[in-house]
């Protein structure tokens, strides 16, 4: 089970420093996005949520529809998170680059509280400690840290496992048990220092199965169920499959009101500032963190 973490993890760190030079001005995100995705696939892995590639604003959550032909700016502020699974354990890791070369502190705080937050990692260390650390280390540059945004403790099949990784001192006395995965993913902002959902919405996953009328639902449930489980998954995703788009998108809305599918929107700062984040998955060890990237 470990030696699936260590490989997944691996594979998503060597996806991002591989297509991190994909980003740059007048690029296409789709084309980003099937590149990363393509590659964990050549690795022996699967994608565990659609590659997000977040821009300026928007911290989380977007990945290109298809056929999109959106581009990079001169001076966006990317996000590339990407997550990849070997079997439902899953690796979760992410970078920002800075096209314009003037926000170098904003990705640099989100790094260094990384540093800072993977350095307190170890068994016992209560919740609030290491918030504390990514507040502290994003303050130091001036910015803000997004307090309702965090990392987050990974299980099979389960990107959010229950165990929420504070990017403030929120209090949380829990402590850090021996054995935990963890993804730990500080977010900086020149903005507010919240995220609010945007009305836009690419990435879905399965939530509880409940019956539906039409027969094109019933199929989308059941090859989400087998294909994903309840990983998330992007509509561009589908259409391999489902090649009616007008009987997809009933089905996805139909499944969406009755409560089978859960809706990622996309995730901004409710100051459009920029944000920058930075995230690796880590094993906690009985004295330190165990960073799962080789
Ligand atoms: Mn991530
Ligand atoms: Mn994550």
């Known amino acids: ?22 980003i740059k001005p007048g690029a296409k995100l789709l084309e980003l996005a099937e590149a990363a995705e393509g590659k964990i696939r050549e690795k022996g892995a699967k994608p565990a949520f659609p590659v997000n590639i977040s821009i300026n604003e928007a911290a989380a ?48 705080a989100a790094e260094k509280a990384l540093d800072a937050a993977v350095c307190t990692v170890r068994a016992g260390v209560k919740l609030w400690e290491i918030g504390a650390e990514v507040e ?10 997004i307090a309702n945004l965090t990392g987050h403790s990974l299980g099979e099949y389960e990107l959010h496992a229950g165990v929420e990784i504070p990017n403030i001192d929120n209090k949380d006395p829990n402590p850090l048990q021996e054995g935990m995965v963890l993804a730990i993913e500080p977010f900086a902002t020149n903005g507010e220092g919240r ?7 690419e990435i879905f996953a399965l939530e509880e199965k409940f019956p539906v009328r039409m027969r094109e639902s019933r199929r989308l449930l059941t090859y989400v169920e087998e294909n994903y489980r309840t990983l998330p998954f992007a509509e561009r995703w589908l259409y391999k499959d489902f090649h009616s ?10 499944l969406i009101f009755s409560g089978s599918f859960h809706q990622y929107p996309v995730l901004k700062d409710a100051g459009k500032g920029l944000v920058s984040q930075a995230e690796l998955t880590v094993v906690v060890e009985k004295d330190a963190a165990r960073v799962l990237t080789k």
Do not use: W
């Open 1 to 22: 089970m470990i030696e699936k973490y260590e490989k997944a993890g691996r594979i998503a760190y060597e996806v991002l420093q591989e297509c991190k030079q994909l």
């Open 136 to 145: 502290t280390a994003i303050k130091g540059y001036g910015f803000k840290p």
């Open 195 to 201: 995220v609010s959902e945007s009305p836009e919405v």
């Open 245 to 254: 788009k007008l009987l997809l998108h009933a089905a996805l809305r139909e």
């Open 61 to 108: 959550h977007f990945t290109p529809e298809k056929d999109s032909t959106l581009v990079f700016g001169e001076k966006d502020v990317v996000k590339l998170d990407v997550g990849v699974h070997i079997d439902g354990f899953i690796g979760d890791n992410a970078l920002t680059v800075d096209l314009s070369n003037e926000n170098g502190k904003l990705v640099e």
